[in-house]
């Protein structure tokens, strides 16, 4: 407590700027007054004085005024214990802090901020501490100014003084934690009034400040309040207003669920339902159906993720459940059958509300129960078969306008999709498969009452009831022909038209959609996969390429569509022989091959090199589409399938040098990111596991299954062989990776052991380290082969080097030669002299060459009338002539002298 002293020096502190517009002469006489030994004796002096100093203030406060201010209501608190007339000054008092602050300069001191924030201090003290009616209404109506914030503007008779911002005073007041004051307050409180007043400034603090907002929150606001709520009709309306207003600033945060746990135990959920009962009987203004929709919407979130128990034993749930098939199964029994909706906004609102409720009551299975009594699924058939078969007429209670109704429509098929594959019992009672497949019909019948959005949520609900994998529900559908129709949906123009215009996304979900549903109706039955047939192997086909060629277009979604495709051959295409011979002939492979080589995710990848496994497995032929592909550059499949194996090598850091060969023997497979872990509860081996979503054991099955490819000449074919040694020792690697990993599987079981300590016996111990030895040397084996690999394309580059570089020594030779020729036939043409002696070397050299007789006896070869059937030859055998040749046996023939003679002769 301050003396008389320290508040005029507390008074005259500061320059002597900061104390005009105020006279501190006035606090000090109150605070004399206050505290003199007589001041129970002249309560009228007290009065007047403090009617002086408060006509020092008539439009505010000056911040250096609020301390002395401060130990004056200090000093009134304590005084109007003795006597309740000081209750009034404190309350006028209380008043003036309503009133703007003033600034004495542009910026505030830290020691002036201490005077605001201590505003909000004050009058939480004299909520928590003073407990007259009128005080604290005083400082629920201050607050009520404070909070809500004034106008910014200059004082009248002092132009330099500047008010306080709102935002600065609030920010002061949640430095003051003014709001837990005010709860605490009002856990004591009995009056109306001063109830009304403390929610409206708990109304202004939620709409104002986040920070007082959370901190009421922390300090269980929602669950004081709404016990109290049905006080009257206005504490109801303003409670309400105050648990939405939270919500909503909790919801920016992503935390309502403080705030509805808080709600969710039984006092507060039965007090919530009788407030629901109470508005829907009362006067049906605008007004209370505006609050009957709120506490309708605190009622739906709160059932959202309150317990099971407290929710039935209260009957809400079944409240809200009667409400939500109020106007399409209206029946005599059920407690909300005096009510009657309109067409107007708030009746369309609270619909809107009632028809989300069923999929937030799907978290146990008492809550399930309870929307199959209720036949909650019924009166949503209703809603979406209004305009399909005359069977299924629907009359409504409500005549909906017809956009009202295509909301109300889409929303009801939206809950469909989320309960449908809970209530598989009830949609086969209510055909819900059926009604669902004419709804598609009928917008591809060119029904303009079905938008996009209404196809959206049909496709979904048919989604998730495929997807529940109930046999009876995909036994309904694929017996209402829903195979065909969703090959048909896939080609139909209308779809085809969403791709190209402005709701391209639209056309991404839906063939997803559709795609998923065709995957979970054909999978594992041959029969589904025969009605599937060509025209379902052309209408994917064309999606894949649809979807590949627009993916500019469609953006990164489009992945979903080709993943989903591809489940979709997995699916529906393999495992049927027919299927697959016409997925083959329509260039299928060669579409799986081009995704893979396209690159993208890596999922994407996964998922076409498991396709074209399973083709493998199942369709030998296959194989041979497999070898015919050529990808960009001409690249083969083999070398894609290298490329894909390094690839994925390189992201799990595995132990190989820059050609490829590896070099850990003991762990030849596993990379640098996969650490060797001990056995966990899994029945696998990590070393098992870890194959699951790697490429590298479908590469291995698709290269065994290449291998089975024989040519003609009963040899690997030629795009098995004929690839580049990287690729040869990538290949080598590939052909041991089921060895290798068999050698990872026993390091493995060598670890476990060792790790719990066990001791085998002899034999086990022998067979552990046998099965150590053969790893090693098949890792050995496989690296010597690498080694060899690559010496041997070593070697070959050596000797077509070689035989390149004699090449060139032959062409340059080639090159002299011509050249030297070139110089002889020009110096011929240029000079007699040299063309002399070419030519007499010449006729030298034809001599050298030609055949001169030499001694001996010779006979004549060309005899008249002598016919010859056989090749000439120098020496020729001839049988003799008759006696009256002209010529005789022993004659000897002398060469003739004459000129034909001597040209036969030249000849040889």
């Known amino acids: 407590m301050q003396s008389p002293d320290q508040l005029a020096n507390l008074c005259n502190a500061g320059p002597e700027g900061d104390r005009k517009g105020w006279n501190p002469g006035a606090v000090v006489k109150v605070m004399n007054l206050l505290m003199s030994q007589q001041a129970s004796d002249m309560p009228d002096r007290i009065t007047r004085a403090v009617d002086e100093m408060l006509a020092e203030f008539p439009q505010g406060l ?3 005024a609020l301390a002395p201010l401060f130990a004056v209501t200090e000093q009134l608190l304590l005084r109007s214990r003795e006597n309740e007339g ?79 911002s709102c935002d600065e005073y609030l920010l002061a007041l949640e430095e003051s934690s003014i709001g837990e004051s005010l709860m605490e307050a ?71 669920e403080s705030i509805l746990k808080q709600l969710a135990c039984r006092p507060c959920v039965s007090t919530l339902r009788a407030a629901l009962h109470h508005q829907l009987r009362s006067v049906q203004s605008v007004v209370n159906r505006q609050l009957r929709n709120d506490i309708l919407t605190l009622s739906v979130s709160v059932a959202r993720l309150c317990p099971p128990v407290p929710l039935v034993e209260t009957g809400l749930a079944a409240d809200l459940l009667h409400l939500a098939v109020h106007t399409e199964l209206k ?97 086969l009672q209510y055909r819900a498969g059926t009604r669902l497949l004419l709804y598609l019909t009928s917008y591809l019948d060119g029904s303009p009452l079905v938008t996009v959005d209404h196809l959206q949520a049909c496709m979904q609900a048919l989604h998730n009831a495929a997807a529940s994998g109930e046999p009876a529900l995909l036994a309904d559908l694929a017996d209402q022909d ?122 994407l990848k996964l998922q076409t090199l498991g396709c074209l496994l399973r083709l493998c497995d199942t369709c030998p032929a296959a194989a041979k589409f497999i070898l015919r592909w050529r990808g960009s550059g001409g690249r083969t499949c083999v070398q894609l399938l290298m490329a894909l194996w390094r690839q ?137 082969l690498q080694t060899d690999l690559r010496s041997a394309a070593l070697r070959r580059h050596v000797a077509d080097e070689r035989q390149f ?27 007699h002299r040299v063309l002399a002696q070419a030519k007499r070397r010449q006729e030298q050299e034809v001599q050298d060459t030609t055949c001169q007789p030499g001694p001996g006896k010779y006979y004549r070869t060309l005899q008249r009338s002598t016919n010859v059937t056989v090749f000439s030859a120098r020496h020729l055998d001839i049988q003799l002539t008759p006696r009256d040749n002209k010529f005789d046996d022993d004659e000897p023939l002398t060469p003739d002298t004459d000129s034909d003679s001597t040209q036969n002769l030249s000849r040889f």
């Open 186 to 256: 009002m856990r004591g409180v009995e009056e109306e009034g001063l109830y009304m007043e403390m929610l409206k400034v708990l109304l202004a603090l939620c709409y104002r400040s986040e920070r007082n907002c959370r901190n009421m929150v922390d300090a269980e606001l929602p669950h004081v309040i709404t016990q109290r709520m049905l006080w009257t009709d206005d504490v109801l309306f303003v409670t309400a207003e105050v648990l939405i207003q939270m919500m909503v600033t909790f919801s920016s945060a992503d935390q309502p």
């Open 62 to 64: 000056v911040i250096s």
């Open 86 to 164: 000081y209750l009034s000054l404190i309350c006028r008092v209380v008043e003036l802090l309503g009133l703007p602050l003033w600034k004495e300069r542009e910026t505030i001191s830290a020691d002036h901020w201490e005077f605001v924030v201590q505003v909000g201090s004050v009058l939480g003290c004299l909520l928590k501490e003073c407990h007259q009616p009128r005080v604290r209404l005083a400082v629920c109506r201050a607050l009520g100014v404070i909070i809500p914030g004034r106008a910014e503007r200059r004082c009248a008779h002092q132009f330099r003084f500047k008010a306080l």
């Open 805 to 831: 570089f004699e090449r060139l020594k032959r062409l340059e030779m080639q090159e002299l030669l011509a050249i030297r020729r070139v110089s002889e036939y020009i110096a011929r043409t240029s000079c």
């Open 648 to 784: 994925e090598e390189d992201a799990l850091g595995c132990h190989t040098d820059a050609d490829g060969i590896i070099t850990d023997l003991e762990q030849p497979l596993r990379g640098a990111l996969q650490p060797l872990e001990p056995f966990s509860a899994a029945p696998e081996p990590v070393a098992v596991a870890e194959m699951v979503g790697k490429m590298r054991p479908k590469i291995f099955g698709i290269i065994e299954h290449l291998k089975q490819v024989r040519g003609d000449d009963g040899l690997f074919v030629r795009e098995l062989t004929d690839i580049d040694v990287r690729d040869q020792v990538t290949m080598a690697l590939v052909e041991s990776y089921l060895d290798l990993k068999e050698g990872e599987v026993c390091a493995e079981l060598r670890a476990q052991v060792a790790s719990q300590g066990v001791k085998p016996v002899l034999a086990d111990r022998l067979m552990l380290d046998d099965l150590r030895v053969i790893g090693r040397e098949k890792s050995q084996y496989a690296q010597s």
């Open 482 to 603: 829903a195979v065909s129709l969703m090959t048909t949906f896939l080609r139909h123009p209308r779809v085809l038209a969403l791709a190209a215009g402005p709701q391209r996304m639209a056309y991404v979900a839906l063939a997803t959609e559709c795609l998923a549903i065709l995957s979970f109706l054909c999978d594992e039955d041959p029969h589904r996969k025969s009605l599937f047939g060509s025209r379902g192997v052309d209408a994917l086909l064309s999606t894949l390429l649809e979807t590949t060629r627009q993916r500019c277009r469609l953006g990164p979604r489009h992945y979903t569509v080709i993943v989903n495709a591809m489940d979709a051959v997995w699916s529906c295409v393999t495992g049927c022989a027919s299927n697959e011979n016409e997925f083959l002939m329509r260039g299928g492979c060669d579409t799986l091959l081009d995704l893979t080589d396209a690159g993208g995710l890596g999922l």
């Open 331 to 427: 029946s005599e029994r059920s407690p909300f059958s005096y009510l009657q909706l309109l067409t107007s906004s708030e009746d369309f609102e609270m619909k809107k509300l009632l028809l989300v409720l069923p999929a937030l009551l799907l978290r146990t299975t008492v809550t399930i129960s309870m929307l199959s009594e209720h036949q909650v699924m019924l009166s949503l058939l209703m809603l979406i078969s209004r305009d399909l078969r005359p069977s299924f007429a629907y009359n409504s209670a409500v005549s909906w306008t017809e956009p009202q109704f295509r909301e109300l429509q889409l929303l009801a098929l939206r809950t469909l999709a989320a309960i449908i594959a809970s209530l598989p019992e009830d949609a």
